[in-house]
């Protein structure tokens, strides 16, 4: 079934390659009733031309052809961008001896199927893959649209905040002063939004990059935590650090998770918020000191437990959260396996709730 994201893309190109002209013909009318577009070659060379121009949802390849056999047009097909991960069916009129199968591990192969082709069986095959291929693009044009949007937004944004800082420089009585604050911590929640759907759309298209260098993880805590009691006059924030934290990580980056653990703390937390930096000490595998391990804590209304499975996830929030999008966790979790570690959560009315961050050291 075609969604209405779907139905807005072009329509998916399949590659059919086969010496055989009339072969070509009977794949031609078995596509007929397919929303698909079916581009055909005669040859492996001509194959590899049409691939290495554009994407293709399926390509159907014939194992038994001269000059160059589907074999070698596969492992050929899958050194270019486009068709690096193309869905590919080999057609044959034998089947494979397994050893066959075995040496074409690694190069993303689907299926094979035996000629005489069954019409509906490979129709079906096709149908599939290029729903897949369909949802994909229309996934890729969301995020395109949303990186679109936060880019745009930007520059108003700045153009207020700018706004807002040049009235609390100015001559202006306690109310309009109050104002003029709110203004700025408005554009400046505003503007942290903006940046997560940057990321959000940023992940869609693969790990989120990071520029590791030498970092001290309890001081990069220690002055994110110190720009949270600049904005929240209340001591609720208490930073526990022991042993040796430094590391090889992106500052930045770690920096914004951090902040957004810490963030979610005050907003739903209560009392006081404990956020610990430590080695972590033998287990599971792990060398002494090589993993270092990052808890915030707070306690309050717990995390309900049909959410935890999903809690990192974009754009998932509690019944009655509305503040943000739904998306500090989801980059949290983005930028931490961008650094090949782990983050979980532990919540309940007893024990208040925990998340953890795990990072190899990487000195």
């Known amino acids: 079934m075609t969604t209405l994201a779907e139905s807005a893309l072009p329509t998916a190109a399949v590659l059919a390659v086969d010496d055989h002209p009339a072969n070509l013909v009977a794949l031609e009318a078995i596509f007929e009733t397919l929303d698909v577009q079916l581009v055909t070659a005669t040859s492996g060379r001509e194959a590899l031309q049409l691939a290495s121009a554009r994407a293709f949802a399926v390509i159907l390849l014939d194992v038994v052809m001269p000059e160059m056999d589907g074999f070698e047009v596969l492992q050929k097909l899958r050194a270019l961008p486009f068709a690096s991960a193309t869905p590919i069916i080999l057609l044959t009129a034998y089947e494979f001896d397994p050893r066959d199968i075995e040496s074409l591990q690694g190069t993303a192969l689907v299926d094979y199927i035996v000629k005489p082709i069954a ?27 949303i990186a679109m949007l936060a880019h745009d937004l930007q520059t108003p944004l ?16 306690n109310r309009a002063r109050a104002i003029a604050g709110r203004v ?19 992940a869609g298209q ?11 993880l309890g001081e990069l805590t220690r002055d994110v935590i110190d720009e949270y009691r ?7 924030i208490r930073l526990e650090v022991t042993g040796d934290l430094r590391g090889s990580w992106d500052p930045n980056r770690l920096s914004q998770a951090m902040a ?24 599971g595998g792990e060398s002494t000191g090589d993993v270092v391990e990052m808890v915030v804590h707070n306690r309050g209304e717990p995390i309900p437990a049909e959410l935890l499975p999903i809690i990192f996830n974009p754009f998932e929030r509690g019944a009655n959260e509305r503040k943000g999008l739904g998306l500090g966790l989801f980059i949290v979790r983005a930028i931490v396996t961008a650094h090949g570690g782990t983050v979980d959560v532990t919540s309940s009315r007893a024990d208040g709730t925990t998340f953890r961050i795990r990072l190899p050291r990487r000195r």
């Open 230 to 236: 600049q904005l929240d006059s209340s001591p609720r």
């Open 119 to 145: 019409s509906a069986l490979l129709r079906a095959k096709v149908r599939a893959l290029v729903s897949l291929y369909r949802r994909g693009e229309a996934l890729a044009a969301k995020d395109r649209d």
């Open 184 to 202: 700025t911590h408005t554009v400046k929640r505003m503007s942290d939004m903006v940046n997560d759907l940057t990321d959000y759309a940023r």
């Open 206 to 216: 693969g790990p989120i990059p990071v520029l590791p260098k030498p970092v001290d």
């Open 260 to 283: 957004n653990l810490v963030a979610n703390a005050l907003n739903y937390g209560e009392g006081e918020i404990v956020v610990a930096g430590q080695e972590v000490r033998g287990g």
């Open 158 to 173: 700045a153009s207020i905040a700018a706004g807002a800082a040049l009235l609390q420089r100015t001559e202006l009585d």
